[in-house]
């Protein structure tokens, strides 16, 4: 990969890992699934104006839209308001790789391989790490909550991946305006209404407002959009490794950004978390290098 394009790829990781110390903030102006809301909002407006819709069924974009938009934005929205700190949440939601594996295995029958359960077994050790320290911070529903985001992000891989080969951009955007009316009724329904929703549009400072703009168009349309420029002019297994990165750049910015603690038993879990993603990634290529040097 070119130096330019690796430096892309670092860009695309530290907008994804940054992201979470930004959530943290804005959620001070905005309740968590208005927050959302106003997100797919303005990533499906006005880049919807200049995109035209993939050539995917309407079913397809909603199933995306929804799980991406509610159950995974939605709900990490509310876990991180209160319920969880922002640099484990960021390790947290990796999860994600595992419930895509196991969606694979259900619905494309593909078997679950060795060095897949270790990998899955290395990383919940992690998890239960993180489980036996909950406090104030970090609470078990905190925890739940962040997990069954990244079970709705892989459901929203999974849906993609049936998708085909289509301009991932103008997916991500379309898929939006399926999140929008759930996100603003249950905003409506558990957030106070039209008058509370109304006072926090009002009261909002630019800063949170430049949130939900960094969300809509870095975190949406920059980083879904170079992501998808980069698969296209590389192979997978180049580009794939980048996002092991989001929880360094993620716990990081939470300790520099927000004075997020970084005590040993977090390091130990994001270490495990991590090393399960790796094996999980690398290990077909390293048996395969090892077989043949010692074939």
């Not at 530290?14 to 959302?36: E, R, Y």
């Not at 309407?58 to 700190?85: R, T």
């Not at 104030?136 to 962040?146: P, R």
């Not at 040993?264 to 395969?288: C, D, M, R, S, Y």
Request: net charge positive; hydrophobic share 60%; glycine share 10%.
């Amino acid at each position: 990969m070119p130096v330019s394009h690796l430096l892309l790829a670092l860009a695309i990781v530290a907008v994804w890992g940054t992201n979470f110390v930004v959530i943290k903030m804005s959620l001070d102006s905005f309740p968590p699934f208005l927050f959302a809301g106003l997100r797919y909002l303005f990533a499906f407006l006005p880049a919807a104006l200049f995109l035209p819709r993939p050539k995917v069924s309407w079913i397809n974009l909603c199933v995306y839209g929804v799980a991406v938009g509610v159950g995974q934005f939605g709900v990490l929205y509310y876990a991180i308001d209160g319920n969880i700190s922002p640099g484990l949440a960021s390790l947290v939601i990796q999860t994600q790789v595992f419930f895509t594996i196991g969606f694979a295995m259900l619905f494309a029958k593909e078997r679950l391989k060795l060095y897949q359960a270790i990998a899955v077994a290395i990383a919940m050790t992690g998890l239960g790490i993180i489980a036996v320290h909950t406090d104030a911070t970090t609470t078990f529903l905190g925890l739940a909550l962040v997990v069954f985001a990244g079970f709705s992000w892989g459901i929203a891989n999974t849906t993609s991946r049936r998708a085909g080969a289509i301009n991932m951009l103008s997916y991500v955007v379309w898929a939006s305006i399926f999140a929008i009316p759930p996100l603003f009724v249950i905003s409506w329904v558990f957030e106070g209404g039209w008058g509370s929703m109304k006072a926090f549009l009002a009261s909002a400072p630019i800063g949170a407002w430049l949130g939900v703009l960094w969300q809509s168009w870095g975190n949406t349309i920059f980083g879904y959009g170079a992501w998808a420029w980069l698969l296209s002019k590389h192979p997978a297994a180049v580009v794939a490794p980048a996002p092991l990165l989001v929880p360094i750049f993620g716990m990081g910015a939470a300790a520099y950004f927000l004075g997020e603690s970084l005590p040993l038993w977090k390091i130990l879990a994001a270490g495990l978390v991590i090393t399960g993603l790796v094996v999980n990634l690398f290990w077909p290529t390293l048996f395969e290098k090892l077989k043949h040097r010692f074939s």
